[in-house]
């Protein structure tokens, strides 16, 4: 019953989603207001009604309703009651359903918002949400439904789905599979809704941008007003690919957090090009240059949104066989062909119109400084990208099927990055439109030199790989030139209003929230470089096995093995605890845990580390499960990670600049306003 | 005479020592990673030999140290292994057949990027002249960037 009343919803939301679209579209072009009008109430409609879906199922995940086969998948009586609620992301089908919520939740924001100023463009921002919100309820509904129920037919079979087969009768089994004991820890239950919400929060500055073209507009409007529609989504996607880094670094049990996986890399790609769109749009704002290549990004970004949903989702990538047997696979890459190839035709249909407005000035200038940036981020994404596919190229056209990992991705992709660190150091500094190189070198021999001490720093005491040599070289002088920005505003702050060092700091930031929350960010990513560059290149690695009292070392580090204990906990689980003691030089420095935990219901196994973290490393030590787990003998393997803790401090303060980007501001607002009239009044 | 003895058992000395006369060291689990580290399984899906759980997976990491037992070389353990079980094994893709053109093609489009922003660039043309302080000689230090940051910060406050 209940089961019934969530796929109804399901059925009458997508059928608000079409009839949104089409009467928008219908409504714009024979200017019916209220055709658009109605459009408008269809689409607020979807939420409500996918709310109450999706707060079916997770009653129905959380009374155990076994004769569900998604509540059958994912969950089990001895799961406690708060992983039950999470289990509604925890499969195909749940997840598809959740990303559906997303869809509608974010059209909902965005068809409540004041339409006063751009009342032209939401039939058409009507019509793209509500299409890609239908194309996933298509898929909810038609194909992975998780409100279809097991029933056990005559024949001994099982049968999946929403009504009864003839002559079938209903399969109650006693207890389901739960949950994958991988999804079991806190970081992978808000690693997949923080990571959605970045992907469809991307949806909206997409629409804006369809709209704009579709009403042939050649104005920044649509970028204006999804700026921080943008900043948030582009916080959220960040936040989730930290997340799941710090997830698999917590329990994937290889000691490391990025490991070039095809389902990492879907959701990096739409990163790197909304981190490239994000710094496009400052010089489209800036000087009316590049509409038409930031509406390219803006594209790409929507697509690699789906593509990356699409090849974490459909399996396509373990192999080409794989794509045909899972029904969404196909029916995914026809929606990306179909949009992509309609949002070209629409930017061609505009092409002479988004002429720019001005002329580069000068080879040496921020606009330069920002088209290399994106150069570069675009040179990453396509390298990703094609390291991606290739297998499934390779398989398609030799029949033989090649892994492309990290040494590919590494090679590749980081020099690129280097460069990329190295030009974020390099362009705040240079003037819009014509930059001094005079200039441009005063301001930057300090941090020059500093980083070449540093180098000869490093290479005296020992440090002889290259890539690690520039790269915290690169680091340095990034860090520097950003630190100095900060101190000049703040000395020139200080001298015309006289007030203290803090609080013209505070102020300088309060007041300029979008340029000094961007060089907050800049910093948090010169700190997760550190961290990335220590852990990469220096990480050490041991194995080995010892009965109690024998230790293993790594570096200056030995491991000793003390005892295990074994029991059974409440929740479905056999847990080995081992108790390790890490000496430092001889010194005692802690007691760790690592352990391994059995779940009965999923017949799977799960390994814990045991971790020390200090600012300076990580001795990070694991249980080897596959070997014998015993009082008087067990393997482990120990990693020592430098500087690691550095990549997740970065994050944090990723966040925080973020957030300072874009806090609104309203006398800054104000300020935009007046200024963006004197802008175009110059164009004029 | 004496010289053909002496040929001889040089020859056969020389070949003594071939065949393995230095005891092996015995081989650890971080010899095995070394060379599982360079591996993919061949069954499973993305998962590194060095860390995958499975069965099947511990049986070729015993392989593996077998093979270092006798003597073998990484490079020889890694083209056994790509002759067993095919390409995919290896985590560091080939640079012969098709496979080099995973290799080839990132580069070839970042240049070819390059190469038309360059060609962006070249159309530069310096427009009307840029407010004073950007483009005037500089005074000295950075003193007179830190007079235009006042300007600017006294219109805001």
């Not at chain 1, 269809?42 to 879906?53: G, H, M, Y």
């Not at chain 1, 749009?281 to 949104?305: A, C, D, P």
């Not at chain 1, 689980?573 to 845990?593: C, E, H, M, P, Y």
């Not at chain 1, 300020?671 to 802008?679: E, G, N, Q």
Request: charged share 15%.
């Amino acid at each position: 019953m209940v089961a019934n009343f969530g796929f109804l919803a399901l059925l009458v939301a997508l059928g608000c989603a079409l009839y949104a679209a089409g009467m928008a579209l219908v409504g714009a072009a024979r200017h019916r207001p209220d055709y658009i009008e109605s459009a408008h109430n269809a689409a607020l409609l979807t939420w409500p009604l996918i709310t109450l879906a999706a707060g079916l199922l997770v009653v129905l995940l959380v009374t155990d309703q076994y004769q569900i086969n998604y509540v059958h998948s994912v969950t089990s009586r001895a799961m406690p009651f708060y992983l039950k609620i999470t289990a509604l992301w925890g499969g195909q089908a749940g997840s598809l359903l959740w990303w559906s919520w997303l869809m509608a939740t974010f059209s909902a924001a965005a068809m409540l918002r004041k339409w006063d100023r751009d009342r032209a463009l939401m039939p058409y921002v009507i019509a793209v949400t509500m299409v890609t919100l239908g194309f996933f309820l298509f898929m909810v509904v038609g194909f992975e439904n998780p409100f279809a129920r097991l029933w056990q037919l005559p024949s001994g079979d099982t049968a999946v789905g929403m009504l009864q087969p003839a002559g079938a009768i209903p399969m109650l089994l006693a207890d389901g599979n739960g949950l994958n004991p991988l999804l079991r820890h806190p970081g992978m239950i808000i690693h997949p809704p923080v990571l959605y919400t970045g992907f469809v929060s991307f949806v909206v500055p997409f629409a804006f941008a369809i709209a704009a073209l579709a009403t042939h507009s050649a104005d920044d409007e649509w970028i204006r007003t999804t700026r921080r529609w943008t900043l948030v989504g582009w916080l959220f996607l960040s936040l989730g690919l930290i997340l799941g880094g710090r997830w698999a670094y917590d329990v994937l049990g290889w000691g490391g957090y990025w490991g070039w996986d095809p389902v990492e890399n879907a959701a990096f790609m739409p990163w790197l090009t909304a981190t490239a769109f994000l710094h496009s749009v400052m010089i489209q704002e800036k000087r009316g240059m590049l509409k038409r290549w930031n509406m390219v990004l803006i594209i790409l970004t929507y697509s690699l949104v789906i593509f990356g949903t699409f090849l974490t989702r459909s399996g396509v990538l373990s192999s080409v066989h794989a794509f045909a047997q899972s029904a969404i696979g196909p029916f995914f890459f026809a929606f990306i062909g179909i949009t992509f190839t309609i949002s070209l035709l629409l930017l061609f249909r505009e092409w002479e119109h988004l002429g720019s407005d001005h002329q580069l000035d000068s080879l040496l200038s921020r606009e330069s400084a920002f088209l290399l940036n994106n150069l570069l981020f675009m040179g990453i994404a396509v390298s990703v990208f094609w390291g991606t596919v290739f297998p499934m190229v390779s398989e398609l056209i030799t029949g033989q099927t090649i892994t492309v990992g990290p040494p590919f991705f590494n090679r590749v992709a980081g020099p690129q990055f280097a460069v990329l660190v190295l030009l974020m150091g390099v362009a705040p500094l240079v003037a819009w439109r014509q930059a001094s190189a005079r200039q441009l070198g005063r301001m930057l021999w300090i941090p020059f030199v500093a980083a070449l001490a540093l180098i000869g720093v490093l290479l005296a005491g020992g440090m002889r790989s290259v890539g690690a040599l520039f790269g915290f070289g690169i680091c340095a002088f990034v860090a520097l030139t950003t630190l100095m920005e900060f101190w000049r505003g703040t000395r020139a702050r200080m001298r015309a209003t006289g007030e203290n060092p803090m609080t013209a700091l505070l102020t300088l930031i309060a007041r300029n929230r979008r340029r000094y929350g961007g060089y907050i960010i800049h910093l948090a990513v010169v700190v997760m470089t550190i961290g990335i560059i220590g852990s990469q290149f220096f990480q050490q690695t041991t194995q080995g096995q010892v009965k109690p009292g024998e230790t293993l070392s790594v570096g200056q580090y030995s491991i000793r093995y003390d005892s295990l204990s074994e029991f059974t906990t409440n929740d479905g689980r056999q847990v080995d605890r081992a108790t390790v003691s890490v000496f430092k030089d001889g010194q005692l420095i802690s007691t760790l845990n690592p352990r391994r935990d059995y779940y009965f219901d999923s017949q799977q196994a799960m390994t814990i580390p045991g971790v020390r973290s200090s600012v300076e490393n990580d001795v990070y030590v694991l249980l080897v499960d596959w070997e014998p787990i015993a009082a008087n003998g067990a393997t482990f393997k120990i990693y020592l990670n430098p500087l690691v803790n550095w990549v997740w401090a970065g994050g944090f303060i990723f966040i925080l600049g973020t957030l300072i980007a874009a806090w609104p501001d309203a006398a800054e607002a104000r300020r935009r306003v007046t200024s963006a009239v004197a802008v175009a009044a110059a164009r004029v | 005479m004496i010289v053909v003895v002496l040929v001889a058992l040089m020859f056969s000395a020389g070949r003594a020592a071939a065949q393995g006369a230095t005891p092996p060291a015995p081989v650890t689990d971080n010899d095995i990673n070394r060379v599982a580290h360079q591996l993919y399984c061949p069954v499973c899906e993305n998962t590194p030999l060095d860390v995958c759980p499975t069965q099947a997976c511990a049986q070729w990491r015993a392989t593996i140290g077998d093979k270092l037992a006798a003597g073998w070389t990484d490079q020889q353990i890694l083209d056994y292994f790509v002759a067993q079980y095919g390409e995919r094994v290896l985590a560091r893709p080939s640079t012969h057949g098709l496979n080099v053109l995973v290799w080839v093609i990132p580069p070839l489009l970042v240049l070819g990027g390059a190469a038309v922003l360059w060609r962006f660039l070249r159309q530069v043309r310096p427009g009307p002249k840029a407010p004073a302080p950007a483009a005037a000689p500089p005074a000295g230090g950075g003193d007179e960037y830190t007079d235009r940051l006042e300007q600017e910060l006294r219109k805001r406050i």
